[in-house]
Each structure stands twice: as structure tokens, then as C-alpha cells.
């Protein structure tokens, strides 16, 4: 249908139904209302974030590790996420004791601290490309701290696009990646799993089975986005998800459907320390 309107098309259309243009309904153009359609030109995430597909083979850049911290509020209270690290059982804490008998004129005063062992595997999962694309850098940032912090068991870092249709991918510019259920084959209750994205998507991508099955090995047909991410939520249920849109936008059905599903907080410094309290409880 594209092709054919392409060829028979004269002129630039705007806020029609039929020609390739932008604004009105027609599903192909760009910044229109079409429930869903395929997005020609402009920048990713405009219109009503309802577009299936881009024309044109659409590529995806590999988050960077490199980016310097300039806003110091970001470090602060991704402190706080250094705190997962201490949940092990509580062990007597022998200098404090002794401190607060000394204090305490020599009546016994034990004190108990959580054992600071390596206990907690962190898991981050970004979502690349499309309308993620202007918050590239602000997620670059969270990555860069995130993967210089110290004091977990272990720290890994994925990727996906919109969904996570069967595949998580360690390196989208190689094209290296690995199959969901290899991966939460390994995972333990003392894993923490942050999703960043903005949840905005064609609903059908979403919410259909058929939403997955232009992603080879997906499951296509079988699964829907939201049931992949299930089986993740399943698999580790110490989940939160940060969302770099203003919350003034979440009133979107994809962004709706996968904040039920997983507890969303906006990617801001208050955001960040709400999300890691709720991780801390570990639920």
C-alpha cells in the first residue's frame, strides 16, 4: 500500500486520511493520530507513539559506558543504590558494642549491624532506539554509574527494544545477544532487576501475540511483549521500572499495561530513591 501511494502521490499532504503526510489519520506519515500505521520520517516518538514500524531498515545504538556524571544530584542517589549490597543477616557489630557500653557507663549494649557480603546480582535492562532516543544520554549516565558502582555479587546490563520479545541483547552494534530463558534460568531471589524506557509503544506490539513476530526466535504468534516481560517479573520479582518521560505522558495503554504489571517511577533523582526503596523490600 505504501509503494502504490508513493508512486501515485504528487504533492506534500497534511492532515489527511489516504496520502503519506502528516498529521490527520492516514496510517503512513508522520505525527498524525492513525491508531497505528508506519511512521515515515521525523523524529522517533512523535505523533501519538502509536506507529507498528519505520520505513526503511531502522538501526539501534549500543548505550555508552563513558559518559562523564555532570549533575552531581544523579550521583547522590544512585548512593543510596549501594545499599541492596547489605542484606545479608545481622552479625554482632563488635566495635560499636563496645563503643555504646563505654558510653553506656559499662552496662552491656550489643549492637547488631547486617552482614556486608556480596549478596545482591544487579540486572539492568534498557530499553534502545525509537522514542528512547532523546533520553540517550540520561540513561548513558545511570549506565556509566550503575556499571562503576561497587559492592553487589555481580552487575549485568541488557538490552531490548520496546519489548523483550525472547532475546536480551549484551550488545546491540554486534548483535550479540542471549536467549530470556538461558538467562532467568540463573537467577536468584536475591536478584534486582531495573527496567528503563519509556513503555511507549503501538499497543499491538504490546499487548498481541503477533506484535513479536517480526523478532526471529521470539516465540512469534505465541507470546506478546507483555507476556514476555511476565515471564522476567516472574522469574525475579524484585522489579521496578524507570521511565525518563515526564509522568504527564504516561497516560498511554503500553505505559499503563506494564506499570500494573511492574512498579514505574520517573527516571529523577526522587524517582531513583523511591525505586530503591522498593527494591530494598524486595518485592
Known amino acids: 500500500m505504501f509503494e502504490e501511494r508513493l508512486r501515485e502521490q504528487k504533492e506534500r499532504h497534511d492532515g489527511g486520511n489516504h496520502w503519506i503526510g502528516t498529521g490527520g489519520t492516514s496510517p503512513l506519515g508522520h505525527g498524525g493520530r492513525a491508531k497505528r500505521g508506519m511512521r515515515v520520517g521525523g523524529p522517533a516518538g512523535g505523533g501519538n507513539r502509536s506507529a507498528i514500524m519505520a520505513a526503511g531498515e531502522r538501526q539501534w545504538q549500543q548505550y555508552r559506558t563513558d559518559r562523564t556524571l555532570a549533575v ?26 563496645i563503643q555504646r557500653t563505654a558510653q553506656n557507663a559499662g552496662d552491656i549494649d550489643l549492637h547488631f549491624e547486617r552482614a556486608r557480603n556480596n549478596r545482591v546480582h544487579l540486572v539492568l535492562l534498557m530499553d534502545t532506539g525509537g522514542s ?9 549516565r545511570l549506565f556509566t554509574a550503575a556499571s562503576e558502582m561497587k559492592g553487589f555479587k555481580s552487575f549485568t546490563a541488557w538490552s531490548f527494544h520496546n519489548a523483550p520479545y525472547g532475546w536480551l541483547y549484551s550488545n546491540y552494534d554486534h548483535y550479540e545477544r542471549q536467549r530470556i530463558d538461558e538467562i532467568i534460568r540463573g537467577w536468584t531471589p536475591q536478584h534486582r532487576l531495573v527496567f528503563v524506557g519509556d ?47 515526564p509522568m504527564a505522558w504516561w497516560d498511554h495503554p503500553t505505559v499503563r499495561g506494564i506499570g500494573n504489571l511492574i512498579p514505574m517511577f520517573p527516571l529523577t ?15
Do not use: C
Not at 81 to 97: F, I, K, M, W
Not at 132 to 140: D, K, N, S
Open 72 to 97: 552531581r544530584d544523579f550521583q547522590v542517589a544512585l548512593k543510596a543504590v549501594r545499599s541492596l549490597a547489605r542484606e545479608g543477616p545481622e552479625q554482632l557489630d563488635l566495635d560499636g558494642t
Open 199 to 245: 513503555a511507549s509503544m503501538a499497543p499491538y506490539e504490546l499487548f498481541h501475540p503477533m506484535g513479536s513476530a517480526r523478532w526471529p526466535g521470539s516465540g512469534g504468534g505465541t507470546m506478546s511483549g507483555l507476556d514476555w516481560l511476565r515471564r522476567i517479573k516472574a522469574a525475579a520479582p524484585a522489579s521496578v521500572w524507570l521511565n525518563p518521560d
Open 132 to 140: 528512547m532516543t532523546p533520553h540517550t544520554t540520561l540513561v548513558e
Open 269 to 283: 533523582v526522587d524517582g531513583l530513591r523511591d525505586a530503591v526503596r522498593r527494591l530494598r523490600s524486595g518485592r
